[in-house]
């Protein structure tokens, strides 16, 4: 199969190195021509993902009209704040109707949309629609050590058939019809990895590290389900899988920024130091608002919130969760 990648940070560089390994032609691209021409010297991503040669079924390209030639499937690994306006360079490039999977996770800012709900938006007419997710490392994937994620559509039968073209002993792929389920666990549980972060930093130990992740999952599912979700999604890969790994791993992006906000840090020089885009933290408010539109409780998120607007300590954020009135599960 023919794939683009639209975005060659680390996560997407990995997604390219997996599928290019395994029987796939794979065209990277991304907006910095300068990164590409990098990348095409190097053939390899000495700055995301080092240590890892490009093989030749790999290429880059700055330009986008070249990636694109013979496409059977468009991967956007972006950010998500990247991934409006990578969709609409597909329909200006005359490629609206190539099937696409959102790779990134999140909610959109200022719309709130999940990540395929802004792909329907910007490609209404393409029926091959969906999103990749699940508890998966750029860096493990990059060494090929073994990983299960779901990819996610409306249309089942394109899902089921992408599934089975794509699936192999690295990356053991599972279809899912319910992608707002797997889209909210995905954008989520990077609100929850920022909480346990904290905690961790904060040396409250793994009693409350099991506390905060089982509670955030009670918050994901609330929302997720309020949103059209089914529960049992919360319970497979998408749900808890991701939210055990991104909370507990040492490779977690957005539990580092927990961590540094535990030192007593300033979270523009958290960011700075982890050096590549932390969902969680442009999630939070966009989590917390949708929260208040469909009227579920989610204490986690919102004190968080009041965290990144200086409003408590990282201190006061996890000693107000443990004083939260007594109540049943």
């Given at each position: 199969?023919?794939?683009?990648?639209?975005?060659?940070?680390?996560?997407?560089?990995?997604?390219?190195?997996?599928?290019?390994?395994?029987?796939?032609?794979?065209?990277?691209?991304?907006?910095?021509?300068?990164?590409?021409?990098?990348?095409?010297?190097?053939?390899?991503?000495?700055?995301?993902?080092?240590?890892?040669?490009?093989?030749?079924?790999?290429?880059?390209?700055?330009?986008?009209?070249?990636?694109?030639?013979?496409?059977?499937?468009?991967?956007?690994?972006?950010?998500?704040?990247?991934?409006?306006?990578?969709?609409e360079l597909l329909k200006a490039n005359g490629a609206a109707d190539?099937?696409?999977?959102?790779?990134?996770?999140?909610?959109?800012?200022?719309?709130?949309?999940?990540?395929?709900?802004?792909?329907?938006?910007?490609?209404?007419?393409?029926?091959?629609?969906?999103?990749?997710?699940?508890?998966?490392?750029?860096?493990?994937?990059?060494?090929?050590?073994?990983?299960?994620?779901?990819?996610?559509?409306?249309?089942?039968?394109?899902?089921?058939?992408?599934?089975?073209?794509?699936?192999?002993?690295?990356?053991?792929?599972?279809?899912?019809?319910?992608?707002?389920?797997?889209?909210?666990?995905?954008?989520?549980?990077?609100?929850?990895?920022?909480?346990?972060?904290?905690?961790?930093?904060?040396?409250?130990?793994?009693?409350?590290?099991?506390?905060?992740?089982?509670?955030?999952?009670?918050?994901?599912?609330?929302?997720?389900?309020?949103?059209?979700?089914?529960?049992?999604?919360?319970?497979?890969?998408?749900?808890?899988?991701?939210?055990?790994?991104?909370?507990?791993?040492?490779?977690?992006?957005?539990?580092?920024?927990?961590?540094?906000?535990?030192?007593?840090?300033?979270?523009?020089?958290?960011?700075?130091?982890?050096?590549?885009?932390?969902?969680?933290?442009?999630?939070?408010?966009?989590?917390?608002?949708?929260?208040?539109?469909?009227?579920?409780?989610?204490?986690?998120?919102?004190?968080?919130?009041?965290?990144?607007?200086?409003?408590?300590?990282?201190?006061?954020?996890?000693?107000?969760l443990m004083e939260r009135s007594a109540r049943f599960e």
């Amino acid at each position: 199969m023919k794939i683009t990648v639209m975005g060659a940070g680390s996560w997407g560089t990995a997604l390219a190195l997996h599928f290019a390994q395994h029987g796939n032609e794979v065209a990277l691209w991304a907006r910095n021509a300068q990164h590409i021409e990098t990348l095409q010297n190097d053939r390899e991503n000495k700055h995301g993902l080092p240590g890892f040669p490009f093989p030749e079924s790999l290429t880059a390209h700055a330009d986008l009209a070249d990636a694109l030639k013979d496409s059977e499937l468009v991967l956007i690994v972006t950010s998500v704040a990247g991934l409006r306006s990578s969709a609409e360079l597909l329909k200006a490039n005359g490629a609206a109707d190539i099937p696409v999977l959102a790779a990134c996770k999140g909610f959109e800012q200022d719309t709130g949309l999940l990540t395929f709900q802004v792909l329907k938006e910007v490609l209404p007419e393409n029926k091959t629609l969906g999103v990749l997710s699940g508890p998966s490392f750029a860096q493990e994937l990059a060494q090929q050590l073994p990983c299960a994620v779901v990819l996610a559509s409306e249309n089942k039968e394109w899902i089921e058939s992408l599934v089975e073209q794509l699936n192999n002993n690295v990356m053991r792929l599972y279809g899912s019809t319910d992608v707002i389920g797997v889209a909210v666990g995905g954008a989520v549980k990077n609100v929850m990895a920022i909480a346990t972060g904290l905690s961790d930093g904060l040396e409250y130990g793994l009693n409350a590290r099991a506390a905060l992740v089982t509670r955030g999952l009670a918050e994901i599912t609330r929302l997720a389900v309020a949103m059209g979700a089914q529960p049992k999604t919360m319970m497979g890969l998408a749900g808890i899988g991701d939210l055990i790994l991104t909370c507990t791993g040492a490779l977690s992006r957005n539990r580092r920024v927990g961590l540094g906000l535990a030192e007593g840090k300033e979270l523009h020089q958290v960011l700075k130091e982890i050096g590549h885009v932390s969902e969680g933290v442009s999630t939070i408010e966009e989590v917390f608002n949708t929260a208040c539109k469909y009227q579920i409780d989610m204490p986690i998120t919102q004190t968080l919130l009041q965290l990144i607007r200086q409003e408590m300590t990282p201190q006061q954020v996890v000693e107000r969760l443990m004083e939260r009135s007594a109540r049943f599960e």
